[in-house]
Protein backbone atom coordinates (compact mmCIF):
# COMPACT_ATOMS: atom_id res chain seq x y z
CA UNK A 1 0.00 0.00 0.00
CA UNK A 2 2.59 2.26 0.70
CA UNK A 3 4.29 2.02 -2.55
CA UNK A 4 1.05 3.39 -4.01
CA UNK A 5 1.42 6.44 -1.61
CA UNK A 6 4.30 8.45 -3.43
CA UNK A 7 4.34 12.10 -2.19
CA UNK A 8 7.79 12.86 -4.76
CA UNK A 9 11.30 13.93 -3.61
CA UNK A 10 12.21 15.29 -0.22
CA UNK A 11 13.36 18.13 0.21
CA UNK A 12 17.04 19.78 0.74
CA UNK A 13 18.57 22.27 3.58
CA UNK A 14 18.23 24.90 1.43
CA UNK A 15 14.55 24.86 0.92
CA UNK A 16 14.19 24.63 5.12
CA UNK A 17 16.66 27.39 5.09
CA UNK A 18 14.64 29.61 2.28
CA UNK A 19 10.89 28.72 4.54
CA UNK A 20 12.95 29.91 7.63
CA UNK A 21 13.73 33.44 5.76
CA UNK A 22 10.44 33.33 4.36
CA UNK A 23 8.91 32.79 7.56
CA UNK A 24 10.45 35.99 9.35
CA UNK A 25 9.15 37.80 6.73
CA UNK A 26 5.51 37.06 7.52
CA UNK A 27 2.69 38.91 9.58
CA UNK A 28 2.32 36.07 12.15
CA UNK A 29 2.77 36.90 15.75
CA UNK A 30 5.64 35.26 17.84
CA UNK A 31 3.77 32.07 19.18
CA UNK A 32 2.53 31.29 15.56
CA UNK A 33 5.90 31.89 14.23
CA UNK A 34 7.17 28.92 16.91
CA UNK A 35 4.28 26.47 15.47
CA UNK A 36 5.67 27.09 12.13
CA UNK A 37 9.20 26.87 12.61
CA UNK A 38 8.66 23.36 14.28
CA UNK A 39 6.83 22.45 11.12
CA UNK A 40 9.83 23.47 9.10
CA UNK A 41 12.33 21.29 11.39
CA UNK A 42 9.94 18.29 11.06
CA UNK A 43 9.04 18.43 6.90
CA UNK A 44 10.71 16.02 4.62
CA UNK A 45 8.71 15.67 1.61
CA UNK A 46 8.29 18.01 -1.31
CA UNK A 47 4.36 18.43 -0.74
CA UNK A 48 5.11 19.45 2.51
CA UNK A 49 7.32 22.26 1.39
CA UNK A 50 5.15 23.28 -1.72
CA UNK A 51 1.91 23.82 1.27
CA UNK A 52 4.38 25.22 3.63
CA UNK A 53 5.58 27.97 1.06
CA UNK A 54 1.51 28.46 -0.03
CA UNK A 55 1.10 29.87 3.90
CA UNK A 56 4.13 32.00 4.37
CA UNK A 57 3.64 33.36 0.80
CA UNK A 58 -0.11 34.64 1.66
CA UNK A 59 0.86 36.04 4.99
CA UNK A 60 4.42 37.71 3.36
CA UNK A 61 5.08 41.55 4.24
CA UNK A 62 5.06 43.14 0.84
CA UNK A 63 6.73 45.86 -0.05
CA UNK A 64 3.72 48.18 0.24
CA UNK A 65 3.78 47.16 3.92
CA UNK A 66 7.40 48.10 5.09
CA UNK A 67 6.21 51.32 6.78
CA UNK A 68 3.05 50.15 8.49
CA UNK A 69 4.66 47.05 9.73
CA UNK A 70 8.01 48.98 11.22
CA UNK A 71 10.33 47.49 8.86
CA UNK A 72 13.12 49.42 7.39
CA UNK A 73 12.03 51.88 4.82
CA UNK A 74 13.71 54.40 2.30
CA UNK A 75 12.21 57.69 0.81
CA UNK A 76 10.77 55.81 -2.63
CA UNK A 77 9.13 53.62 -0.22
CA UNK A 78 7.08 56.85 1.47
CA UNK A 79 6.09 58.05 -2.22
CA UNK A 80 4.77 55.12 -3.20
CA UNK A 81 2.31 54.75 -0.25
CA UNK A 82 1.36 57.77 -0.29
CA UNK A 83 0.74 57.78 -3.58
CA UNK A 84 -1.31 55.06 -3.35
CA UNK A 85 -3.78 56.69 -0.67
Do not use: V, W
Amino acid sequence: MEELIDFGDEITPEQKQYLQELLERTTFDEQSKKTYMFFIDEIDKMHQFEFLKSRLLMNEIQDKDRIAFGMPYNQSDIKKTLKNK
